[in-house]
């Protein structure tokens, strides 16, 4: 099987992962990829506690994760990879993983130094470098808040952005 789910969103695991899109994708393992998360034992408790029951839980760095997909750890599991931001996806490609689905893109929220992109994503410089280099590689990236609401193409969305700052 493999990975079946690729979101970014800075929540990672919360209400609407942990029901509308864990029922849509139907994955019996959500792997949390998140250096600070995976360094803290009070944020992997938290983390733990949201996971759906049922579901198997990893919360990793991003070398261990790619470490693991390649070495085929998981077996036949389905998994749902959620990140806070595309480096964590770019850092793990350069472990030698290749991502298996599109990415779909989140929440990421409005901070210092960000620019808006849509209702729900604003990004960082390096952020949208990182976009650039997924896209560049031929991965699909779309923003969908929830499974009801229709995918939408994110890099022409991101262009759009950029053009107006």
């Not at 919360?59 to 595309?86: F, Q």
């Not at 964590?88 to 779909?104: H, K, S």
């Amino acid at each position: 099987m493999g990975v079946c789910a690729i979101r970014i969103d800075e929540r990672l695991i919360h209400g609407q992962v942990a029901t509308l899109w864990q029922g849509a994708w139907n994955c019996n393992r959500i792997m949390v990829i998140d250096s600070k998360s995976a360094n803290d034992p009070i944020l992997k408790s938290v983390l733990k506690i949201a996971c759906p029951t049922g579901v198997k839980l990893s919360v990793l760095e991003a070398e261990k994760a790619a470490a693991n997909l390649v070495s085929g750890k998981y077996g036949r599991e389905r998994i749902t990879i959620v990140t806070k931001t595309p480096q964590c996806l770019c850092d793990l490609i350069r472990g030698g993983y290749e991502l298996e689905a599109d990415i779909t893109v989140g929440n990421m929220s409005n901070g210092a130094d960000k620019k808006r992109v849509s209702k729900n994503i604003c990004v960082t410089e390096a952020d949208v470098e990182n976009f650039n280099y997924l896209s560049g590689l031929g991965y699909k990236l779309y923003s969908q808040m929830v499974p009801s609401e229709a995918p939408s193409p994110f890099m022409p969305m991101l262009e759009a952005a950029l053009k107006k700052s």
